[in-house]
C-alpha cells in the first residue's frame, strides 16, 4: 500500500457569505465565490504549498462548490503534477436551500445550545450527517492507497467544519473533543504527516474554545 507522506486539508479563501451573511438569501450557497480578501488569501496559500510539495506530485480532491474550485484555481499547483478530481462528499454542510438570514441565524443560536455535531438544520444536515459522508470519502481513499504508484502528496480543498470532521473520523476523536475545536480560517490548512511509527500526526492543533465535557469513558 502507497500511503502518501502528506494529506493536506485547506479550506476555502473568504467567500462572499463569509463576508456578507445577507448574500445567501440572494445566492446558492455553492454557488458564492471568493472576495477579493480570499483570492489573496488562496495565492498565499499557494505559495505556501508549492514549496512544500517541491517537484512531488499531489493527488487533489476538490469539494463541487464554486468557492473551493477558486481556491484550488488560485494556489497555482502545477497541473504536470497534480491530479483533480471533484469529490461531493467534501461539500460543506448543507443549510437548507434558499437561507432566510434571520432563521439561519436564530438556528445557529440554537445549534451552539444543541451541539455542533448533532444538530440538525431545517431541511439540510448534522455534523453527524456530514462525518458519514467524509467516512465513506476515507473508505474510497484508502482504496486509492492500494495503488503502487500512488502519488506522495494528498491535497484535500474543503470547507471548515468538512476539515475538522475528517480528523475526527481520522484520528478518532470523540464527538466531546470535536465539539470544543474552533474551525479554521479561511485558506488555512492542517496537515496529517505519516511518522516513523507508521501513524499519520497532525501537524497542529486545532483551536480549541473550551474543555471538553465527556460523557464516558472515550473523551
Aim: charged share 30%; glycine share 6%.
Amino acid at each position: 500500500m502507497a500511503r502518501p507522506r502528506r494529506i493536506i486539508l485547506i479550506r476555502h479563501g473568504e467567500s462572499e457569505g463569509n463576508a456578507d451573511d445577507s448574500v445567501y438569501e440572494r445566492v446558492p450557497d455553492h454557488a458564492l465565490r471568493l472576495t477579493e480578501t480570499g483570492r489573496q488569501q488562496a495565492q498565499e496559500a499557494g505559495v505556501r504549498l508549492r514549496a512544500t510539495f517541491a517537484d512531488e506530485r499531489v493527488s487533489v480532491y476538490v469539494s463541487p462548490y464554486r468557492r473551493t474550485h477558486q481556491t484550488l484555481a488560485l494556489l497555482g499547483l502545477d497541473p504536470s503534477r497534480t491530479r483533480v478530481r471533484e469529490e461531493p462528499r467534501l461539500r460543506e454542510q448543507d443549510w437548507g436551500n434558499w437561507q432566510d438570514r434571520e432563521d439561519v441565524r436564530k438556528q445557529k443560536a440554537y445549534r451552539d445550545a444543541y451541539g455542533h455535531f448533532f444538530y440538525r438544520f431545517a431541511q439540510g444536515e448534522s455534523g453527524a450527517d456530514v462525518y458519514d459522508r467524509v467516512d465513506a470519502f476515507l473508505e474510497s481513499l484508502w482504496r486509492s492507497f492500494e495503488d503502487p504508484a500512488h502519488p506522495p502528496n494528498v491535497l484535500l480543498v474543503t470547507h471548515g467544519l468538512t476539515m475538522r470532521l475528517f480528523c475526527m473520523r481520522w484520528l478518532h476523536w470523540s464527538v466531546a473533543e470535536f465539539e470544543s475545536l474552533s474551525n479554521p480560517d479561511n485558506a488555512e490548512t492542517r496537515m496529517l504527516l505519516l511518522g516513523s511509527d507508521g501513524r499519520y500526526h497532525l501537524d497542529r492543533p486545532f483551536e480549541r474554545w473550551c474543555t471538553p465535557e465527556p460523557y464516558g469513558l472515550t473523551g
